[in-house]
């Protein structure tokens, strides 16, 4: 008789990696997940329309992966990639690592083995660790004063967790919230991450289970910009979906146009970025003050 504490070994896990241009990395990610202990795993890489190497270097890993492209090799943005591996996914549970990000070893193992313990939750996300270009260790996502979610508010105000490369999530839960927006050109792993927080519990692994790789072909800061301007549409749907507390929506507009003058801040737009900061101020104002004062610090990347 099965042992209801002991997961099931035959559990597939889809893992789904979009990869557009990175010949550099790829491979070394693409291992990460090979190398992991548990023994089902589905390993599935979208050529998002590659024009480096990529796809040769995805080649020669053979059958231990399925590799899946877009009608005439076409670049369709990271959610439509992403989008596609999940129709083709077979999986129980399913994970999202984005292409130059890397599984920490026994990081499906342990997650796995979370979820099938604790069945309240539909997701669970952990600790992680940002990274060089060269792989060296900088310094982990969170320290003590990280505070899991309790529920989709805590998520829309700051995203805490990433659905790329450090979550796991189960079938079901896909299935109660579909598809990640292909409209969204940015921002839209927030907007995936507050729908599923809409439906399930989260939780979460106090454990560096991935890498997150810093490098300089990171995130520009016009992409950036536009990531907190499409953190307005995602809480205006947010709002038609769930019945968000107004201190809930106040604080997370305090957060967008914070980070919105930031961003204007960077490129001297004075004028812009003071009207930013004026109006986060006006929605949380004992919160600005103490971001500004060095207090407090908003906790994820949204």
């Known amino acids: 008789m099965q042992n209801p504490n002991v997961p099931d070994s035959n559990s597939l896990v889809s893992v789904i990696i979009p990869c557009y241009n990175r010949e550099s990395y790829i491979a070394e990610t693409v291992n990460s997940v090979l190398s992991q202990t548990w023994p089902n795993i589905e390993l599935i890489v979208v050529d998002d329309g590659c024009k480096d190497g990529s796809r040769k270097v995805l080649e020669s890993f053979g059958r231990r992966i399925t590799i899946l492209e877009h009608q005439g090799c076409a670049n369709l943005g990271q959610s439509a990639a992403i989008n596609l591996g999940l129709r083709q996914s077979r999986g129980d549970y399913l994970a999202i690592l984005d292409s130059d990000d890397l599984f920490a070893p026994g990081k499906i193992e342990k997650q796995v083995r979370f979820l099938e313990k604790n069945p309240e939750y539909g997701l669970v996300y952990s600790n992680g660790m940002h990274i060089d270009e060269n792989g060296k260790e900088l310094y982990q996502m969170h320290y003590g004063d990280h505070r899991p979610p309790t529920g989709p508010e805590q998520v829309l105000e700051d995203c805490c967790y990433n659905v790329?490369?450090?979550?796991?999530?189960?079938?079901?839960?896909?299935?109660?919230?579909?598809?990640?927006?292909?409209?969204?050109?940015?921002?839209?792993?927030?907007?995936?991450?507050?729908?599923?927080?809409?439906?399930?519990?989260?939780?979460?692994?106090?454990?560096?289970?991935?890498?997150?790789?810093?490098?300089?072909?990171?995130?520009?800061?016009?992409r950036?910009?536009?990531?907190?301007?499409?953190?307005?549409?995602?809480?205006?749907?947010?709002?038609?979906?769930?019945?968000?507390?107004?201190?809930?929506?106040?604080?997370?507009?305090?957060?967008?146009?914070?980070?919105?003058?930031?961003?204007?801040?960077?490129?001297?737009?004075?004028?812009?970025?003071?009207?930013?900061?004026?109006?986060?101020?006006?929605?949380?104002?004992?919160?600005?003050?103490?971001?500004?004062?060095?207090?407090?610090?908003?906790?994820?990347?949204?």
């Open 224 to 302: 950036t910009l536009e990531r907190w301007k499409n953190g307005f549409k995602i809480l205006q749907a947010a709002l038609k979906r769930y019945p968000y507390p107004l201190v809930t929506v106040r604080r997370r507009k305090a957060v967008l146009h914070f980070r919105l003058g930031q961003c204007y801040l960077k490129e001297r737009q004075y004028v812009k970025s003071a009207y930013h900061l004026f109006l986060a101020g006006i929605q949380d104002p004992y919160r600005s003050l103490r971001v500004l004062a060095g207090r407090e610090r908003l906790t994820g990347p949204n």
């Open 164 to 222: 790329p490369s450090n979550a796991l999530f189960r079938r079901a839960v896909f299935e109660k919230v579909g598809f990640l927006n292909e409209a969204l050109r940015s921002a839209q792993d927030h907007d995936y991450a507050i729908r599923i927080a809409e439906v399930t519990r989260i939780g979460y692994m106090d454990e560096c289970l991935w890498n997150y790789r810093r490098h300089g072909g990171s995130i520009s800061n016009t």
